[in-house]
């Protein structure tokens, strides 16, 4: 089936296709684990074509993408919209291409310059959100390799922060010494919710309690569950309470799949939140939807 | 020349090998990036023999090593005294060598139970320092992959905490979304200072702060020396936020190297301590001397 447009969420780790027809309807899926990380610029196209290619027809076909092929060491590089801005505040790029059944382009993203912070993929997903909230007045929480906080009123991003946090947990769990505790099934609940605890009253203790992690693991045979769990508590909870200017008193939603939302909300239902949670994927989708309709 | 005995510490990283003649001087020295991360039990008596050979006669020799050889994926497992206890608490074991020409022995580390804690190797410098200081009362602090902040009282270790400090500065530096940010030359003083202020004071900003490294360098082309600088002051800060029950008001020695040592006598400096410095690898040569005396 030939696509009427192509959406893409192109980002570090992982690409995501939608295929829509003629009355904006999935028609078809695909994804790959061809991110940016592991892409050059002359390696986007080939990897679209693999993908797309039962889609496209003889006339060429758009391709919107958001998410990190528009980063530097991207396909091509989009410019940065300064906030405050609405969320898709500026046109897409063009991305070179040699088969002229693509045609394609790559949303900017957002920047703040003091403090400095960027994204490039959440603001998509944020205008997805707004889409379909468009009076929304709040926190949008984004958890990930790097989480997004963002103060989303009237229609616009008003300021974010990101947080390395997801990048810290991968890093730590699969290079640094604490590899050796963590290796094993399971997941602690309470240990979890004690440890994001401990790390939002006593922040400062990160480097001794990740080391502890080891000690124990050592010296009382710490299950693997229990020391994933405090790795987990420990790092989300050093966000928490860097972000609580953010959340504090604020309606607070989050934004991604399951395995990332659930620590979010159960750390912040310990701190009185009742958090929304919505899908990440959805929101991309819904984002590049809206951008193309601006775009029509 | 023939060898008396053979001292060695052998860590993580690096072996370090020290020929000791029969008035006790060093009549050789030898090292290797063969560290404990590298090696299986197998692999430690050819790495030890292809450097000692030179030193053995026909009789066996005595090779007195401290560190993670003693490990648990070291060569053999050697046990844990419980602090508070001295220094060298516990006799050392013995390590099987097919070569009659060795006879190996590894000496134990030091544990603490409450935080979960352990040392292998630093607690061989520290009976170095005791050695040449038995009446010091005050805090030691080694920094290094794993940070270890010692109180010592009365020729004992009293308690210490360890810091993942360097293995974060590590992994943060090659692995992460950071090594862009970082890479090249230099080194800048005054943003080095600032950040050790601010990771102290604000220390739960950690995540947000290394990824201000990443948009800072993206958006207005942060030098990587400043980088650099920024990231070591952001975990030395951390650190010290957390280990100041140890370093207030107290006499601190920082042992090590000029390139570990430097930076932490530098944000103490700012906090109005005037730590001495003592040398690790002459610490950890004293250290083993004096067990291989207690064991005469």
């Known amino acids: 089936m030939i696509a009427s447009w192509i959406a893409a969420d192109w980002g570090t780790s992982n690409l995501r296709l939608w295929a829509i027809g003629p009355e904006g309807e999935v028609i078809g899926r695909a994804s790959s684990n061809k991110g940016m ?6 390696g986007y196209e080939p990897v679209l074509l693999e993908l797309a290619e039962p889609w496209l027809g003889r006339h060429a076909t ?48 957002v920047s703040q310059s003091d403090p400095a912070d960027v994204m490039r993929g959440e603001e998509t997903q944020v205008a997805g959100f707004l889409a379909g909230n468009p009076a929304f007045d709040g926190i949008l929480c984004l958890p990930g390799t790097h989480s997004k906080w963002v103060h989303v009123s009237a229609g616009e991003i008003v300021s974010f922060r990101t947080f390395m946090t997801g990048e810290l947990f991968s890093l730590l769990s699969s290079q640094s010494v604490l590899r050796h505790a963590l ?22 203790r990160l480097a001794s309690s ?16 229990t020391a994933r769990a405090r790795l987990s508590g ?3 909870g050093l966000e ?17 799949g399951p395995l990332l939302t659930e620590p979010y909300a159960k750390a912040l239902a310990a701190q009185g939140l009742a958090p929304e949670i919505h899908d990440g994927e959805n929101l ?13």
């Open 183 to 204: 290796h094993g099934e399971g997941w602690d609940e309470s240990a979890f919710a004690q440890a994001a605890a401990v790390a939002m009253s006593r922040p400062e």
């Open 37 to 42: 990380g592991k892409l050059d610029p002359s």
């Open 62 to 109: 758009d391709v919107l993408i958001c998410g990190m092929a528009g980063a530097r060491q991207g396909w091509v590089e989009a410019p940065y919209a300064a906030a405050p801005c609405k969320p898709a505040g500026l046109p897409p790029v063009s991305a070179p291409t040699d088969d002229p059944r693509l045609r394609v382009r790559i949303l900017p993203g």
């Open 284 to 296: 991309a989708l819904a984002g590049l939807t809206a951008a193309r309709m601006a775009l029509a």
């Open 240 to 256: 928490l309470a860097a972000a609580r200017p953010y959340w504090l008193g604020q309606r607070v939603a989050l934004i991604g």
């Open 234 to 236: 420990t790092l989300i």
């Open 210 to 225: 990740l080391f502890s992690l080891r000690a124990a693991s050592l010296l009382t045979g710490l299950a693997p569950g």
